[in-house]
């Protein structure tokens, strides 16, 4: 059972930098998003998509760039990277239904370092 | 005011005991919450959802109190394992839209 997974799980770049994480869930769950974790406050979201052809913004959007071309697929783009993006990114994708309602599952993390 | 909030703690507990906190939220509309586990540089994975009228599963049990906004997670005869940081997160009904929001978490240690 993959789920959700995640890649790179490691990564370092530089200042002003591009890079794309990815994503790719097998659950054929309609809504996906990708959320960055730093300590102390919790998890916040970035982008999130409810189906293939329609993403929106999350809570900490700028910055970052998403599509969903296809269900299983949603990478997350760095435009130019900036030491203020070094955290945990989480990607997670749930159910149809009620918008929200349904559990997450959550991908094993990407750890993302800008020097 | 943070929408979701948790003690950070940690809660230390001895193995077996049982251990309660809670988790406030700040909007009324809320419509759904849950409760997930997430160990160290692990991701978040779901412990239970939580249901009006009070759910247990095991040595869980979430209850929610919506007079007050608040969440609870209880854990009986804690175990070893129990150790990690449980996140409380909220479906909040907003203007814009609904809103997943998640809570700072509480450390959790069991110990021998």
């Known amino acids: 059972n993959a789920g959700v997974t995640q890649t790179p799980k490691f990564q370092v770049l530089k200042t002003g930098q591009s890079m794309t994480l990815q994503c790719a869930q097998d659950m054929n769950h309609e809504y996906m998003s990708w959320y960055r974790q730093d300590p102390g406050m919790g998890l916040r979201l970035i982008h999130y998509?409810?189906?293939?052809?329609?993403?929106d913004q999350g809570e900490v959007p700028n910055g970052y760039n998403v599509s969903r071309s296809t269900t299983e697929d949603f990478p997350l783009r760095l435009l130019s990277a900036a030491p203020s993006q070094t955290s945990v990114y989480f990607c997670?994708?749930?159910?149809?239904?009620?918008?929200?309602?349904?559990?997450?599952?959550f991908g094993d993390g990407t750890r993302l370092s800008i020097l | 005011r943070k929408e979701v909030e948790q003690d950070p703690g940690p809660f230390n507990v001895p193995e077996g005991a049982t251990v309660a906190f809670n988790c406030t939220y700040s909007?009324?509309?809320?419509?759904?919450f849950f409760w997930y586990r997430q160990d160290c540089r692990k991701e978040p994975k779901l412990l239970m959802s939580v249901y009006s009228s009070g759910n247990e599963d095991g040595r869980f049990t979430a209850q929610l109190n919506r007079a007050s906004q608040y969440i609870s997670l209880l854990i009986r005869d804690s175990k070893l394992s129990d150790s990690a940081t449980y996140l409380c997160v909220v479906n909040m009904i907003k203007a814009a839209g609904n809103k997943l929001t998640f809570g700072g978490g509480t450390r959790v240690l069991v110990k021998p």
């Open positions: 909007n009324s509309a809320s419509q759904s």
């Open positions: 998509s409810v189906g293939a052809g329609i993403t």
């Open positions: 997670a994708s749930s159910d149809s239904g009620p918008f929200f309602n349904q559990p997450q599952h």
